[in-house]
């Protein structure tokens, strides 16, 4: 089942978006802010992302050009009032892949959300996540450190791969534990530090770096 963010801050398109989404199959979750967007997009919990212009906080050209400057290559088709070519050219440039402009049907946009998923469907699969001498094989699950084989329990396997498709981007406790643990616990438990420790021993001290006050990051 496909998994969509809606980003969008007017609560009635949100809701008439969500809704048509949901009954034809799709798992949405709706935020209305551009940190927000930000911070939900980076985990890799979503296979699309509807996404508004107009937002509060960072607006959506600024969460877009963040994303794909984090390498987050998930489809984004803006959905907004802005309607002229100096807009759409910015934003097809800056890394969205399609563009539609309120009022809409909402059939013309299931058919684009439902094109652009058939898309990224078949781009060639990714298998192995490497960082220098660091690889971590997706089909066998195992983490190899320069000659040497690593064994990670599942968590382990999830946090490092987390790590792995965003090297260089610092990732917050709150990031991570929604991506591995899916709030399974409390924002202020100490798990996260529990587990980075566990990689660090496993892996090198110097594999996941601290970034004060921030989260944790693995090193381009």
């Not at 963040?66 to 097809?92: C, H, K």
């Not at 469907?121 to 690889?135: D, I, Q, W, Y």
Request: net charge neutral; hydrophobic share 40%; no cysteine.
């Amino acid at each position: 089942m496909n998994r969509i963010l809606i980003v969008e801050d007017e609560e009635r398109i949100a809701s008439f978006v969500e809704k048509g989404l949901r009954a034809n199959g799709f798992t949405t979750t709706v935020v209305g802010d551009g940190d927000s967007a930000f911070d939900y997009a980076v985990t890799g919990g979503f296979d699309l992302i509807v996404l508004d212009i107009g937002l509060p906080g960072r607006d959506g050209f600024t969460v877009l050009r963040q994303l794909r400057e984090a390498r987050v290559s998930v489809p984004v088709i803006i959905l907004t009032a802005r309607d002229s070519v100096r807009d759409t050219v910015a934003g097809l440039e800056g890394g969205a892949d399609d563009w539609m402009t309120k009022p809409f049907r909402f059939e013309e946009l299931l058919a684009r959300v439902r094109l652009r998923l058939r898309t990224a469907a078949r781009a060639p699969e990714v298998t192995v996540l490497r960082n220098g001498e660091l690889s971590l094989d997706l089909r066998t699950r195992r983490a190899r450190s320069g000659e040497r084989t690593v064994d990670l329990t599942a968590r382990e396997f999830v946090l490092l791969e987390l790590f792995l498709r965003h090297p260089g981007q610092v990732l917050s406790r709150e990031q991570i534990l929604s991506h591995v643990w899916g709030y399974d616990f409390d924002p202020g438990s100490n798990i996260v530090d529990v587990y980075v420790r566990a990689l660090r021993k496993k892996l090198g001290a110097g594999r996941v770096e601290t970034v004060r006050g921030m989260g944790y990051r693995l090193p381009d």
